[in-house]
């Protein structure tokens, strides 16, 4: 988790860069959002920049997607993210391209966490504003 807690009822923007996996390389990348109860949404990204996000625990077992976009883009292996977080809605960008808008299916409590696999630098250059 990062060390702040964002207020989400005035919005929280999250920029930064993620390392996607290597081609072949099943472990997904991507972000936690808590939502209480010891559970959360994650956005989970691929080696080609597709995202999966839905229900996870918040020890990141038990991941269930409730959706899978493909923008069928060449993101490169370094893309820049962008995560905007208000009351339970989330939009995720890559690059500047809309991958999802999301409705969370509880409140959000303003923690985020990063899921990084074994490359604990793969989420970096991080900045965070209301």
């Known amino acids: 988790m990062l060390a702040n807690t964002f207020d989400v009822q005035q919005g929280v923007i ?9 081609a072949g390389d099943t472990t997904r990348r991507g972000f936690y959002i808590d939502c209480g109860k010891d559970s959360g949404t994650a956005i989970l990204l691929d080696a080609q920049g597709a995202a999966a996000l839905g229900g996870i ?7 269930t997607p409730e959706k899978n976009v493909d923008r069928e883009m060449a993101f490169g292996p370094s893309p820049r993210f962008r995560l905007l977080l208000k009351h339970s809605l989330i939009e995720f960008y890559l690059n500047d391209i809309l991958i999802e808008c999301f ?3 509880n409140a959000a ?3 985020i966490g990063l899921i990084q696999g074994a490359d604990q630098a793969a989420i970096g250059n991080l900045k965070a504003w209301l």
């Open 103 to 105: 409705s969370l299916p």
């Open 57 to 63: 625990k918040a020890d990141l077992t038990g991941f």
């Open 109 to 111: 409590t303003g923690r």
């Open 14 to 22: 999250l920029e930064g860069t993620v390392v996607l996996p290597e």
